[in-house]
């Protein structure tokens, strides 16, 4: 209950900053990505969903955000969500589900981009949901990253932080993910503050001369 009453006050906050108080250009960016969430359903594409198709689509994804070719992106996030979805009602369960994530997790990065917080916690969640329905370590490792980034842009450092390093920790311990390393889950760089410049004249770890 308290998840659902939770996801419902993000939506409506949501909503409200992209209808009612984002600039013009904003609102049409995001539409997409705001009807999906929602309307929990993306537009057909008239694609085929297999392997291939649906790999083509993240990638595709991934270098529109990469261009900075964000327009193009939110209108197509929907769709390929949906044919990402509609591998998984074939059977092809674990892949379906990496790039669903891997796609929300695109729309999260996006939404951050557009300094739209409240929509990024939203789109954060679903590629949390997503890749907990079976995707591998590493897709959920990244996913709560981007949870983790969502509550740090709300101003909740210590959840931020908790959650990015609880979900380090767990890809640590998993030794069925491929290419466990240190530095793959860099929560500390995203939640721990910048340093403190010292004030002139002072050095840290210093004492002055006589």
Not at 10 to 39: C, F, K, M, N
Not at 58 to 79: I, K, M, V
Not at 171 to 190: G, K, M, Q, V
Request: hydrophobic share 40%; aromatic share 2%.
């Amino acid at each position: 209950m308290r998840r659902r009453n939770l996801l419902a006050g993000l939506a409506t906050t949501a909503a409200t900053t992209v209808l009612g108080t984002a600039p013009a250009s904003a609102r049409t960016t995001l539409s997409g990505p705001e009807d999906l969430l929602l309307h929990r359903h993306g537009s057909a594409s008239g694609v085929e969903p297999t392997p291939h198709s649906v790999a083509a689509a993240l990638a595709a994804s991934r270098r529109e955000f990469g261009a900075c070719r964000y327009d193009a992106l939110a209108r197509a996030l929907p769709a390929r969500i949906a044919l990402a979805q509609a591998l998984g009602r074939q059977g092809a369960a674990e892949q379906s589900a990496t790039t669903v994530a891997e796609l929300y997790n695109t729309a999260t990065r996006l939404c951050i981009k557009l300094g739209e917080d409240g929509l990024a916690a939203v789109t954060a969640d679903r590629a949390l949901t997503a890749a907990l329905s079976g995707a591998g370590a590493l897709t959920i490792a990244e996913a709560h990253r981007m949870v983790s980034s969502a509550w740090r842009r709300q101003g909740h450092y210590v959840r931020a932080t908790d959650v990015a390093v609880t979900a380090a920790q767990q890809l640590a311990a998993d030794r069925t993910a491929p290419h466990r390393r240190a530095n793959a889950f860099p929560s500390r760089e995203i939640c721990t503050p910048p340093p403190r410049t010292p004030p002139p004249g002072k050095e840290t770890g210093t004492r002055p001369r006589n």
